[in-house]
């Protein structure tokens, strides 16, 4: 499972829902981060986090909220659904080493909002 | 900010044939650019990367090669087998950071 756990793996919400999106990693790695994938686009970075505590703006972020609060989990939070965040969400984990930039996805979360 | 652009999106070949997938990128201090498979429903992979102070990686059937200079860079699959049929993406990212930015990817089919 590449280290990175995502739950749940599929979810339907209504308009102006809100909900978190888990992400865990068990590899002790300091870069965390959430990309959406739409159809023809590509992924596009919502939110990232570098360690415990420390959170940054990706390329998409309205709409969405994280916390770090521990290394291992990264969540990520829609605060009020809309139809235009319905997509296919992907975390990923990194270690922040010298030379290794190699990031490794979790499975994937499918959003659907009605 | 960074703009990675992708070609072609979709892509044919016979078993067995070569497969050849560009992209360029437009922040000139990029200097990691990863590409990522994709199976139906599952996530992204990487296949290979390849830092600006090589212009070129192999690994098996698999190649990239980087021209810093044109800002673009290629992935190149040889000998393709069915099992290569999926989507491919690029990224790029620059300095020690770790935040991808993707091109819209390439649906690849090898035909038997």
Same mark, same amino acid.
């Given at each position: 499972? !590449? @280290?990175? #756990?995502?739950?749940?793996?599929?979810?339907?919400?209504?308009?102006?829902?809100?909900? =978190?999106?888990?992400?865990?990693?068990?590899?002790?790695?300091?870069?965390?981060?959430?990309?959406?994938?739409d159809p023809g686009?590509?992924?596009?970075?919502?939110?990232?986090?570098?360690? !415990? @505590?420390? #959170?940054?703006?990706?390329?998409?972020?309205?709409?969405?909220?994280?916390?770090?609060? =521990?290394?291992?989990?990264?969540?990520?939070?829609?605060?009020?659904?809309?139809?235009?965040?319905?997509?296919?969400?992907?975390?990923?984990?990194?270690?922040?080493?010298?030379?290794?930039?190699?990031?490794?996805?979790?499975?994937?979360?499918?959003?659907?909002?009605? | 900010?960074?703009?990675?652009?992708?070609?072609?999106?979709?892509?044919?070949?016979?078993?067995?044939?070569?497969?050849?997938?560009?992209?360029?990128?437009?922040?000139?201090?990029?200097?990691?650019?990863?590409?990522?498979?994709?199976?139906?429903?599952?996530?992204?992979?990487?296949?290979?990367?390849?830092?600006?102070?090589?212009?070129?990686?192999?690994?098996?059937?698999?190649?990239?090669?980087?021209?810093?200079?044109?800002?673009?860079?290629?992935?190149?699959?040889?000998?393709?087998?069915?099992?290569?049929?999926?989507?491919?993406?690029?990224?790029?990212?620059?300095?020690?950071?770790r935040q991808l930015?993707f091109g819209s990817?390439?649906?690849?089919?090898?035909?038997?």
């Amino acid at each position: 499972n !590449a @280290g990175v #756990t995502q739950t749940p793996k599929f979810q339907v919400l209504k308009t102006g829902q809100s909900m =978190t999106l888990q992400c865990a990693q068990d590899m002790n790695h300091e870069y965390m981060s959430w990309y959406r994938q739409d159809p023809g686009m590509g992924l596009r970075l919502i939110h990232y986090s570098v360690g !415990a @505590g420390i #959170t940054d703006q990706g390329e998409v972020p309205n709409g969405y909220n994280v916390s770090r609060s =521990t290394t291992e989990d990264f969540p990520l939070r829609l605060l009020s659904a809309a139809p235009s965040q319905t997509s296919v969400y992907f975390c990923a984990r990194s270690y922040l080493g010298g030379g290794q930039n190699e990031q490794f996805f979790g499975p994937g979360t499918r959003l659907t909002v009605l | 900010g960074e703009n990675v652009e992708q070609h072609p999106s979709t892509l044919s070949v016979q078993e067995g044939d070569s497969a050849v997938i560009k992209c360029t990128y437009s922040d000139s201090a990029s200097n990691y650019f990863p590409w990522y498979k994709q199976e139906l429903g599952k996530r992204p992979q990487l296949i290979i990367d390849i830092r600006s102070n090589v212009g070129e990686k192999k690994d098996q059937r698999i190649a990239v090669t980087l021209n810093k200079t044109a800002k673009h860079f290629s992935l190149h699959i040889t000998e393709t087998q069915p099992e290569d049929s999926a989507v491919y993406f690029c990224a790029a990212s620059k300095g020690s950071a770790r935040q991808l930015t993707f091109g819209s990817g390439t649906q690849l089919t090898v035909l038997p």
